[in-house]
Nanobody, 115 residues
Framework: QVQVVESGGGLVQAGGSLRLSCAASGSILSIKAMRWYRQAPGKQREMVTALDSLRGRFTISSDNAKNTVNLQMNSLKPEDTAVYYC??????????????????WGQGTQVTVSS
């Protein structure tokens, strides 16, 4: 009953910018965390905010009232090519009316940076 949808990916030349958006909806009582991850081909999924190499180029903003989080990516490099995923941790209401904390992933959005 929870949907996590990313948008905004695409193909961009090196040095360009993209803005990714993520929206969570459904039977959500409260959001505990919304984060961005990425996974390049042949590599493990990594949390975007944990990468020192992205500081100064990537900015995350969120709107708690709308359950959205955005990722502004500037000065993109070919090594930023990856599928970008939105991760949501939330307290939700189950079918029986019970409340519980759970984690959800979006389907991912492809970002390709050409050299």
């Amino acid at each position: 009953q929870v949907q996590v949808v990313e948008s905004g990916g695409g193909l961009v030349q090196a040095g360009g910018s993209l803005r990714l958006s993520c929206a969570a909806s459904g039977s959500i009582l409260s959001i505990k965390a919304m984060r961005w991850y990425r996974q390049a081909p042949g590599k493990q999924r990594e949390m975007v905010t944990a990468l020192d190499s992205l500081r100064g180029r990537f900015t995350i903003s969120s709107d708690n009232a709308k359950n959205t989080v955005n990722l502004q990516m500037n000065s993109l490099k070919p090594e930023d090519t990856a599928v970008y995923y939105c991760y949501v941790e939330a307290v939700v209401v189950g079918a029986s009316g019970s409340q519980y904390q759970a984690q959800f992933w979006g389907q991912g959005t492809q970002v390709t940076v050409s050299s």
